[in-house]
Each structure stands twice: as C-alpha cells, then as structure tokens.
C-alpha cells in the first residue's frame, strides 16, 4: 500500500485504478492495505466537523464518498471505483449519522446510488 500511498503528503496516485478494483466487489482489500488506508482516512472520519467537512478532507487525500445500495462508500476521486463501506472503515453510515446528522442526498439515474446534495 504505501508505494501507492505518500505517507508524507497522503496523497494516492490514482494512475492504476488497479488498486482498488476486485473482482469481488468493494470491502475485499487485503489486510496490509486495508490498514495502511484506515490509518490516512480514520482520522478525517473522527475529527470532520459536517458531512461537508469530511467530503473535503478526503477529497484532500484522493478520496470522494458517495452512497451506493444504502452504503456510505470511500471512492478513488479520480477514476470513482468504489474502495470500501464506511462500515469496512469502521465508520458506518449509522455512526456518522447519528455524529453529523443525516446526509443530504440526491438519486442517481438508475435509484441505487446517489450523492450529496449541496
């Protein structure tokens, strides 16, 4: 993970996409992975202040959030692959909710995914 990840500036180099995607689906990193990206992304979790806080903080690191099939879901900003659930982070939707309030969020064509509203 971290030759894919600058420890110095958190910044991930999204040129090979290949590192998120699975043929499983999302939450399937593997262990190293998985914990070298909850040590940059948990804080930003814990410390955002609204939901609109913690959009920019991640996207400050390469990250985006959107919500698919009812999951708060982590995304490589710039390609949009789908890394993990909040809940693999150990923030799930629920936890963030009840911290910040409910999520503004706006459908996607096709009703299984959406994003915030702003």
């Known amino acids: 993970m971290y030759s894919y990840m600058s420890a110095e500036v958190g910044q991930t180099k999204t040129a090979d996409a290949k590192l998120w995607a699975s043929p499983d689906g999302i939450d399937h990193l593997n262990s190293e992975t998985a914990v070298a990206l909850r040590s940059v992304v948990a804080p930003i979790f814990r410390t955002a202040e609204d939901w609109r806080d913690l959009q ?11 919500f698919r099939k009812g999951h708060m879901v982590l995304t490589d900003i710039a390609t949009g692959v789908a890394i993990c659930t909040g809940k693999f982070l150990g923030t ?9 309030g409910r999520p503004q969020i706006v459908a996607l064509p096709g009703g299984m995914a959406g994003d915030f509203l702003h």
């Open 92 to 100: 799930p939707l629920k936890e963030m909710s009840a911290r910040l």
């Open 56 to 66: 920019k903080k991640l996207a400050q690191k390469g990250f985006g959030l959107t």
